[in-house]
């Protein structure tokens, strides 16, 4: 059974920088598309950032420049690093194997001075 842990969210400056980590634990990581997603009050969520196996990345036009997607087969982890942060990434922040549409529980991103 594929389970997912994500953490690192936290109340940030605008023109902050967070880490969010999400551990995957069972399955095959190494083989795993994984994606970030996000959901702010009251809208859909979206695509932020997503690696392939063979790590190459995609983002979104909004991220793009400031968010790094990265993964680390060894430990089963997948990162966002966010920096110059600004009001309008505040948002749940969902970790989620696409591969096996997986999501894990969410963690709390708020941009706020």
């Known amino acids: 059974q594929v389970q997912l842990v994500e953490s690192g969210g936290a109340l940030v400056h605008p023109g902050g920088s967070l880490r969010l980590s999400c551990a995957v634990s069972g399955g095959i990581f190494r083989v795993y598309t994984m994606g970030w997603y996000r959901q702010a009050p009251g809208r859909q969520r979206e695509l932020v950032a997503r690696i392939l196996s063979g790590g190459s990345s995609y983002y979104t036009d909004s991220v793009k420049g400031r968010f790094t997607i990265s993964r680390d087969n060894a430990k089963n982890t997948v990162y966002l690093q966010m920096n110059y942060l600004k009001p309008e990434d505040t948002a749940v922040y969902y970790c989620?194997?696409?591969?096996?549409?997986?999501w894990g529980q969410g963690t709390q991103v708020t941009v706020s001075s």
């Open positions: 989620n194997v696409e591969t096996i549409g997986i």
